[in-house]
């Protein structure tokens, strides 16, 4: 429902705000148990100002048992049926129970919440008030169809003040895992939407940042979240050597649009071609101890045993849609270009190990002779040398990403923890 009234809850203070355009509060609610039922007391609300796009409802308590979580809005008097909280998972912040529900769209007058059984810590309820202000995201981006990043919608873009992990780890990626939000598909400031992500996974779930590397709208803009090569949260609990993407939207009874498509096949080609991986192949992931598809659907990761959720994402609608998404990709010309040209520098096959690294590097060569090898970072400057056959201490080099040359050839990216 769009241009509705919202309302605030009354003598609640709003404690920050993510930037101009969203607030955020907390409340404990205080239970009472009548019937083997354990209910809040109903919590009235006043009409603010303030039209809203929408409110984001999330909670948490730091019981490890799952318990089912439920509330009602109370609209026109009438009191609606009452509505479960979905757990979340992939915590980081192993103490907490985390729980979110779809974005409210609707205006209310009160609200209510109950449990299955009870609590023995506190229920924070935490609210995200999206303001419908408009904001300078732009409607679309041009999509050319080739294997360079596509335009972004930086952090800056949507949310300035939502800090990067500061201490985040490095991942090499081998496999590229689509979602969809499954959000609701009524709010059209995707910006907030991505910004209500965030607020949901470091505030609720206890993360060091928003899940996903990568965000895309229904109409095509790609945004960025947690940066290239730093492992997401995303995978159920198989996070290691993946690439987090996410098109925001519900897409089990609907299908993404083809705007979001086009982006989709656009950021893949980029991960694809940055990371050498064979789009149209399946390959072992260490972590799930199990093989999968190299552009795989979040859903896949029930095919792990270690595996600590399962999930129908990224939806009824979408996920049959990932065979022609690999097909759409490999037909690139650039994605051909690229990997014909990495098949060509393999004469020179080398397997380095561990990866990521710690303190040493090893290196086995299918050569009779021992490689030197140059070790440079990101803005090309060069760090020192190893060799094949031994192993090298690289203690000295600081935790990111680097690059292995051969005679100036590039051979093999590795991240340093």
């Not at 505030?203 to 940066?227: A, C, H, M, Q, S």
């Not at 925001?248 to 991986?277: K, W």
């Not at 792990?304 to 129908?312: G, L």
């Amino acid at each position: 429902m769009k241009n509705v009234l919202f309302v605030a809850i009354i003598n609640i203070l709003v404690l920050g705000s993510l930037d101009g355009q969203s607030k955020t509060f907390e409340i404990t609610p205080e239970f009472y148990t009548r019937n083997n039922e354990f209910k809040s007391n109903e919590i009235p609300f006043i009409p603010t100002k303030e039209t809203l796009e929408f409110i984001g409802l999330s909670c948490y308590h730091f019981d490890l048992e799952n318990v089912g979580i439920f509330y009602r809005l109370k609209t026109d008097g009438e009191w609606t049926s009452w509505l479960k909280f979905d757990q979340q998972h992939e915590f980081v912040e192993s103490s907490r129970s985390a729980y979110q529900t779809k974005p409210i769209q609707k205006s209310f007058s009160d609200i209510q919440f109950k449990t299955s059984e009870k609590l023995k810590s506190a229920l924070t309820v935490r609210f995200f008030l999206a303001s419908e202000e408009k904001n300078n995201t732009p409607q679309s981006f041009e999509n050319s169809y080739n294997c360079d990043k596509p335009d972004v919608c930086g952090r800056d873009c949507w949310c300035p003040t939502c800090p990067i992990d500061n201490s985040p780890e490095f991942t090499e990626p081998t496999h590229l895992i689509v979602h969809h939000s499954a959000g609701n598909n009524e709010s059209i400031n995707f910006a907030m939407v991505v910004n209500f992500i965030w607020d949901l996974h470091v505030n609720t779930n206890g993360w060091d940042d928003i899940g996903y590397n990568w965000l895309i709208d229904p109409n095509g803009v790609l945004y960025e979240g947690r940066p290239d090569d730093y492992q997401g949260a995303h995978f159920s609990c198989l996070n290691e050597n993946t690439v987090g993407i996410c098109v925001i939207g519900d897409y089990t009874s609907v299908e993404p649009s083809e705007a979001s498509l086009s982006t989709l096949v656009n950021i893949l080609a980029f991960e694809a071609t940055e990371n050498g991986i064979d789009v149209n192949a399946q390959s072992y992931h260490v972590k799930g101890d199990f093989y999968l598809d190299n552009i795989a659907g979040h859903r896949n990761s029930s095919g792990s045993t270690k595996a600590c959720s399962s999930t129908v994402c990224p939806g009824d609608m979408f996920y049959p849609l990932l065979p022609n998404i690999r097909l759409r990709v490999s037909e690139l010309d650039c994605y051909n270009n690229v990997q014909s040209a990495v098949k060509e520098n393999n004469h020179e096959e080398i397997k380095v190990f561990p990866n990521p690294i710690q303190d040493h590097l090893f290196i086995n060569s299918d050569k009779q002779q021992l490689l030197t090898l140059e070790i440079v970072d990101m803005s090309g400057k060069s760090l020192g040398f190893v060799n094949s056959g031994k192993a090298n201490d690289v203690s000295y080099l600081n935790a990111g990403v680097y690059f292995l040359l051969h005679n100036g050839k590039f051979l093999q990216k590795i991240i340093k923890m």
